[in-house]
C-alpha cells in the first residue's frame, strides 16, 4: 500500500513571491508521480508528472517538481507566482502496474495576496 | 475535460434515501473511478472499475455500490445515504496503453452531495 503526506493544508504567498509545497510518500514499490492543481468549483488537472528519468520535471504553468528518492519526496515549486495560481494543489502516487490506483495526498491550499 | 460528464452536479437528498451519481465517458478508456473529495483527506477512492462488469472496492467502499454496464459510464449508488456521505464526488477514468497514454487519469468536474 502507498500512502501520501503533504506538510502544510494551507500556505499563504505574496504575488510574484516563489513557493514550495512538499510531498512526502511511503510505498514498499516504486511508483510513479503526479502533482495535480484544483481551481475553485473545478476538477483537478494534471500540472507535472514523474515517470522515470530525470528528477526534475517541468508542468504547466511555470510549475516544476524534484523527485528525490532516497528521501521519498516529490516537492513542488514556482519561482514566481500569480493571483491565479490560487487554488489547492494535490500530491499523488500510483505504481506502476496497469490496474494500480492514484492514492492522494490531503491536499495543499494555496492563498496567493496582492 | 477529456469527455467525462459528471451528473447531477448538484444534489440534495434526504437521509435514508437511494441515490445514483452518473459518469458518462467519451474516450472508451477502460479504467474508471469513483473517489470522494473531503477537506484534509484528499481524495480518497471509493469503488474502481477496469471493464464493462469488473468493478472492485477502494478504501472508503462502505455503504457505497457500483455498476458499469457499458464502457461509457459507470454508476455510483449510495443505497441509504447518511450525513456521513456528504462529499464532493470525483469520477476519474485513466487509458489503458502503456507508456506515456496509460499513465495520466483525467477528472470530471465533480458532484457535490448534501445529505440533510
Known amino acids: 500500500a502507498q500512502s501520501v503526506t503533504q506538510l502544510d493544508s494551507q500556505v499563504p504567498v505574496f504575488e510574484e513571491a516563489p513557493v514550495e509545497l512538499r510531498c512526502n510518500y511511503s510505498?514498499?514499490?516504486?511508483?510513479?508521480l503526479f502533482w495535480y492543481v484544483q481551481y475553485p468549483n473545478q476538477g483537478l488537472q494534471l500540472l507535472l508528472k514523474y515517470l522515470s528519468g530525470s528528477t526534475l520535471v517541468k508542468g504547466i504553468n511555470g510549475f516544476e517538481a524534484e523527485f528525490n528518492k532516497s528521501q521519498t519526496s516529490f516537492h513542488l515549486r514556482k519561482p514566481s507566482v500569480h493571483i491565479s495560481d490560487t487554488a489547492e494543489y494535490f500530491c499523488a502516487v500510483r505504481p506502476p502496474a496497469a490496474g494500480n490506483k492514484l492514492t492522494f495526498g490531503g491536499g495543499t491550499r494555496v492563498l496567493v495576496k496582492p | 475535460d477529456a469527455g467525462i460528464t459528471q451528473s447531477p452536479r448538484h444534489k440534495v437528498t434526504e437521509t435514508g434515501t437511494p441515490v445514483t451519481l452518473r459518469c458518462h465517458q467519451t474516450e472508451n478508456h477502460r479504467y474508471m473511478y469513483w473517489y470522494r473529495q473531503d477537506p484534509g483527506h484528499g481524495l480518497r477512492l471509493i469503488h474502481y472499475s477496469y471493464g464493462v462488469k469488473d468493478t472492485d472496492k477502494g478504501e472508503v467502499s462502505d455503504g457505497y455500490s457500483v455498476s458499469r454496464s457499458k464502457t461509457e459510464d459507470f454508476l455510483l449508488t449510495l443505497e441509504s445515504a447518511t450525513s456521513s456521505q456528504t462529499s464532493v464526488y470525483f469520477c476519474?477514468?485513466?487509458?489503458?496503453?502503456?507508456?506515456?497514454?496509460?499513465?495520466?487519469?483525467?477528472f470530471g468536474q465533480g458532484t457535490r452531495l448534501t445529505v440533510v
Open positions: 510505498s514498499s514499490v516504486s511508483v510513479y
Open positions: 476519474a477514468i485513466r487509458a489503458q496503453g502503456g507508456g506515456e497514454r496509460g499513465t495520466e487519469a483525467f
